[in-house]
């Protein structure tokens, strides 16, 4: 599963400031998780600090308790064996409800049993039968519904050669569910029904499912666990103008002769329920073909044109994976269905991907993203999560660090390495951005808390990096035949790391513990200090392991060094395996560079002392992406030195585009002196460089080098009108603004109808600043049109800075309408935390107004007026706060854990 990761803190969210994009200094990164929490206190302290002491913090130096340990997550225990789940579902939309009839076919899995429990949450159980194999007559049996828990009777005693099979007749409330999401998994009911009666103009009516972790149990009685598996059938039955999707294949339709129609879907190959999936809804389908098997898009009819952009290198990527993995695809068809208001980034339930709507775009959005990855990593969980699963939620990483990597090894099939590798330093920033947060977990973990806890940046982004250095260590070849090994000897069933070592162990005949147990089961991650040293004829290399050996352990680290000579690298294998270690490599003269961790694999933190000679001399003469990246990252924090204004300009001209991107946004910080030289240079890239990003980042590089330099007026006018790309347009609609705001407005006036989400938050930005009432209805009937999470997110904050300077009573009181209908009907918890913040905004507005009432020496009354108008906003505030149920909210408001 692809989850979103919000990069926020606590404290910007509460105190309404504006959302400031960062630079950026990788391609496209995901944000990263900050789970530091406000101070857990009392609603009326929080709503003090909130109001009267905007931005400071508990100065209370409490000595912290003693964390109670985690009890141990074992995998569940196997009593019953589910053979087979046959599903039979309608749907009643006014209710939000599904009427089922499950019929479960199960044995003992070894020991005899007499009774069966299964988990069924939030549901009405009207019958319960055991169903006779021969004559199918139903008899009823005694049960118990307590806890969410089904306990059936079973009657008799089965012995493990013997099957049964269960009927359970069920209403589903999805509504009643009271299991809480995650950071990760907004949401976990199971089961959603989209604008259900059809009353909101921008929404379709949809119902879909979702059944990671433990969800598929919110709408069919099943024993939800990872380890469990099951072959399905599935009739759903629905109005006759809808499209369904399910696992497996489509049998056969019937029309039922009442407006209704049964769709029967059947999957022959077992796996577990949390994959199980259902969708409903009015899509458009574009059929599309691999090795004789449908491989289908499901998309909004507005989208139809572009579901082979969005979805096209789907047939590619099931040809490469295949081949990589030396395991052909294993499933009877591949579909995926983009849904509205999902609860995560993506899940790969088998043979039926559901993603959420970021991913539809029109042509001109994929100028500027393609969420290949995305599409890669739900497709690469159906050998890794869907024919092998990770037997218990502790072991997620055998799931989801291979998804992780899956995105990586597309990338260096389809684009080349630089492309790979610069996607996996962003894994590596945003692990090493939650370990620096306080997170050190270990990889395989049984003592998490929930098991959502396991959805984070070790699970996916250290575990992918994890797989690389294992790559690394043994070679392509023994890599990917262990991974063969892994799926054939395992398939169809559930798994834990020590079968992955096991059949790493088998192919390369070496015990593999060392790395498993350092890498896998420990937390942590190595902090080395390397320099560098040439005496009587040899080069020195000196390593010092300086991590909290509290933390993490000392690491046995294989590393390649690249010693250049005239020109020339050798390459040299050394083990790093103990606090300080050096090696002396023998030369015939001074050698122009060394570069250790010469792969640049190694998952960690290296303070690598090169002098700014040594990084010129890398950025020119070696061969990886990281190698430049490191050059200009590190040089332009020195951007005056002659080196790295020599780095920076020869950055511009880099073959991949994202060194382009990363040399524009440093090229600003060198000397002034250099700029004349650049601009027909620079302006040349926002006219003609193949990549959007570099265009934008050419526009935004003109603005800060040659600030209000109206002589450039017509380069951002030719972009605003010419440009194809939305996140070119957007850049140069910020750089007209910064040298005539009169003409951005005009420009932004004639844009307010797209519906790229990059287009109208440049545009709400823009309005936020100017601030006039008139702008209003923009933000209301723009906020619909914004599908990504980041975006919404981004808007929303937009428009709390435009409300919090308004002075119409009337339009804040709208304005907070608005932010409490996003509070109540967002799923995304951080969506929520805008809606709050943006309540909060407006009560600093009259806080502001109160106290510039007072030094003028304003009358009582006027001052009065302002003050109730901040006590009824706190009435709203504490309101809302007082009926939040979501656990995020909770703890980043100060009320949850």
């Known amino acids: 599963m692809k989850r979103f990761f919000l990069a926020a803190t606590a404290t910007a969210i509460l105190l309404g400031q504006a959302c400031k994009t960062p630079e950026k200094t990788t391609r496209n990164p995901e944000p990263a998780v900050d789970t530091a929490a406000v101070d857990n206190a009392q609603l009326d302290s929080l709503l003090k600090s909130l109001f009267s002491n905007m931005g400071k913090e508990d100065d209370a130096d409490e000595k912290a308790a003693d964390p109670v340990p985690a009890l141990y997550q074992a995998a569940a225990k196997r009593v019953n064996d589910l053979i ?57 049996l005694p049960f118990e519904y307590k806890n969410n828990k089904l306990t059936v009777k079973l009657g008799r005693t089965f012995t493990r050669d013997e099957q049964y099979m269960v009927y359970v007749d069920y209403t589903a409330n999805p509504d009643k569910v009271e299991q809480s999401g995650s950071e990760a998994i907004t949401d976990a009911k199971g089961l959603y029904f989209i604008d259900p009666k059809g009353t909101d103009p921008n929404k379709p009516t949809q119902i879909w499912t979702q059944g990671e972790t433990e969800s598929s149990s919110c709408w069919f009685p ?33 029309d039922n002769g009442d407006g209704t129609r049964t769709d029967y879907w059947k999957q022959d190959l077992p796996h577990s329920p949390y994959l199980f999936m259902m969708a409903v809804g009015d899509f458009a389908i574009v059929k599309d073909k691999w090795r004789g098997k449908e491989v289908n898009y499901y998309v909004e009819k507005d989208y139809e044109p ?146 959502e806890d396991m959805f984070d940046r070790h699970s996916y982004d250290k575990g992918g990096r994890v797989l690389h250095m294992l790559r690394k260590y043994v070679g392509d070849d023994a890599f990917f035949s262990s991974l063969k090994d892994y799926l054939t ?31 896998f089961m420990d937390k942590g991650h190595p902090e080395l200090e390397v320099n560098y040293d040439y005496a009587g004829g040899d080069a020195i290399v000196s390593v ?57 694999q190694i998952l960690g933190k290296i303070q ?42 020869a950055g511009l001209d880099d073959k991949f585009h994202v060194l382009r991107n990363i040399a524009l946004i440093h090229i600003k910080k060198i000397p002034s002196s250099e700029f004349a030289g650049l601009k027909d240079k620079i302006i040349g890239m926002a006219k003609n ?70 287009i109208l938050g440049t545009i709400a930005e823009l309005y936020a600043d100017d601030a006039k009432p008139e702008h209003y209805d923009f933000f209301i009937k723009s906020y619909p049109k914004v599908s990504s999470a980041m975006g919404k997110y981004s808007f929303i904050t937009q428009f709390g800075n435009y409300i919090a300077k308004q002075d119409d009573d009337a339009v804040i009181d709208k304005g907070i309408a608005f932010a409490e209908n996003i509070i109540k009907t967002e799923n995304a918890w951080w969506l929520k935390l805008a809606g709050y913040s943006m309540i909060n905004g407006a009560g600093g507005h009259y806080i502001e107004k109160i106290d510039k009432l007072k030094n003028e020496g304003a009358p009582e009354n006027k001052i009065k007026e302002a003050e109730d108008r901040k006590d009824k906003i706190i009435g709203i505030f504490r309101e809302n706060f007082k009926n939040e149920k979501d656990p995020q909210v909770l703890k980043y408001l100060g009320g949850g854990e």
């Open 84 to 140: 087979h789940t046959k599903l039979e579902v309608k749907f009643d939309f006014n209710t939000s409800q599904l009427m089922g009839k499950a019929t479960l076919t199960f044995k003992p899995y070894f020991y005899p049993v007499t009774e069966l429990v299964l988990d069924a949450k939030s549901m009405d159980i009207n019958e319960v039968s055991l169903i006779d194999s021969k004559t199918k007559a139903k008899t009823k």
């Open 222 to 254: 099943t024993i939800d666990s990872p380890n469990e598996k099951t072959t399905q059938e599935i009739y759903i039955t629905v109005d006759k103008k809808y499209i369904t999707l399910s696992n497996g294949k489509m049998v056969s339709q019937k």
């Open 306 to 451: 572009y579901a082979r952009q969005i979805f096209g290198n789907t047939p590619q990527m099931l040809d490469f994976f295949s081949n990589k993995l030396g395991v052909e695809y294993p499933w009877d068809k591949y579909s995926q269905i983009v849904v509205r208001d999902y609860v995560s980034g993506a899940m790969e339930n088998t043979t039926s991907t559901i993603h959420g709507e970021f991913l539809q775009r029109n042509d001109r959005e994929l100028l500027d993203e393609t969420n290949e990855g995305i599409i890669a990593h739900e497709l690469f969980h159906h050998w890794f999560g869907d024919l092998v699963t990770a037997e218990s939620w502790s072991n997620l990483p055998l799931n989801e660090s291979f998804a992780n990597y899956s995105e990586y090894l597309w990338l260096e099939h389809k684009y080349g390495r630089d492309d790979a590798d610069d996607h996996q330093l962003d894994d590596l920033n945003n692990y090493l951005s939650e370990a620096d947060g306080g997170k050190n977990v270990d990889l395989i973990r049984f003592d998490y808390t929930a098991r």
């Open 489 to 519: 000897t395992n398939k169809f069933q559930s798994a834990e790391i020590h079968n992955l070592r096991l059949s790493f162990e088998k192919v390369t005949g070496e015990d593999l513990n060392w790395f498993f147990n350092q890498w």
């Open 544 to 600: 010092t392991q300086k991590q909290n050996f509290k933390i993490a352990p000392l690491y046995k680290l294989p590393v390649d060094v690249d010693v250049y000579v005239g020109g020339k690298a050798t390459r040299h294998r050394v083990w790093v395996d103990s606090v300080q270690n050096t090696f002396r490599f023998a030369v015939p003269t001074k050698p122009d560079l060394i570069v250790f961790d010469a792969e640049h």
């Open 608 to 649: 690598d002392n090169k002098s700014n000679d040594d990084l010129v001399y890398q950025f020119e003469h070696a061969p990886l992406y990281y190698d430049r990246w490191e050059a200009i990252d590190r040089l332009a924090k020195k951007a005056k030195t002659p080196q790295a204004v020599k780095v920076l300009k």
């Open 689 to 758: 460089d193949p990549k959007s990003q570099v265009r934008s980042a050419a526009i935004s590089a003109l603005t800060k080098m040659f600030e209000g330099d109206a002589s450039l007026l017509p380069v951002y006018q030719d972009r605003l009108t010419n440009d194809k790309s939305y996140m070119v347009i957007g850049s140069a609609l910020k750089a007209v603004a910064e040298v005539d705001k009169k003409a951005a407005l005009t420009e932004a006036k004639k844009l307010e109808n797209e519906k790229s989400g990059d």
